[in-house]
């Protein structure tokens, strides 16, 4: 097994949130597990929060609907469009705050900064490494500063629930 300091790189640069980490499970699984409503449900959101609700229609201009609830029971809603979908190899989304609908809201509709964005780019890469996975993260448009460190911290906790459903 990999350490965590092999297995966690990370890198935020001005409006940019990029996290590589090295999984112990082969590149379909890990892909199955972005694409797959049900498998995505089991990792999505950080220690706490579970995903009840997750739509993907897996295509470019195809839209996906997740529903985050926190261990209090508060919903967040987010949504985004494929922008490039390659399989077994990259995803390319817009990300944005969503009501319940899928209509796209500002963060402050759930209590945050009005200084993020309405749309932000995600770019997940899956790369094989005889056995395992590289996945390298980029969240662009996050500002710098205290909304940054979240969703760094957010996105840790929810790989490390990934890591835990890959076995």
């Given at each position: 097994m990999t350490s965590r300091t092999e297995e966690v790189s990370q890198t935020r640069n001005r409006n940019e949130l990029t996290i590589v980490r090295v999984f112990d499970a082969p590149r379909e699984a890990v892909w199955k597990a972005w694409t797959d409503p049900e498998r995505a449900k089991r990792w999505w959101g950080p220690e706490g929060f579970?995903?009840?609700?997750?739509?993907?229609?897996?295509?470019?201009?195809?839209?996906?609907l997740f529903c985050m609830r926190s261990p209090d029971g508060k919903d967040y809603w987010s949504t985004g469009v494929y922008r490039e979908i390659v399989p077994l190899q990259r995803i390319v989304s817009t990300d944005s705050f969503?009501?319940?609908?899928?209509?796209?809201?500002?963060?402050?509709?759930?209590?945050?900064?009005?200084?993020?964005?309405?749309?932000?780019?995600?770019?997940?890469?899956?790369?094989?490494?005889?056995?395992?996975?590289?996945?390298?993260?980029?969240?662009?448009?996050?500002?710098?500063?205290?909304q940054s460190k979240m969703a760094e911290q957010g996105w840790n906790a929810s790989f490390d629930k990934l890591a835990k459903a890959l076995k």
């Open positions: 579970t995903a009840p609700f997750i739509k993907i229609d897996l295509r470019v201009g195809g839209k996906y969503a009501d319940e609908k899928g209509n796209v809201v500002p963060a402050s509709h759930y209590g945050m900064p009005s200084d993020l964005p309405m749309e932000m780019l995600v770019t997940v890469t899956f790369e094989e490494l005889g056995g395992k996975t590289r996945m390298t993260l980029r969240h662009v448009g996050l500002p710098a500063g205290e």
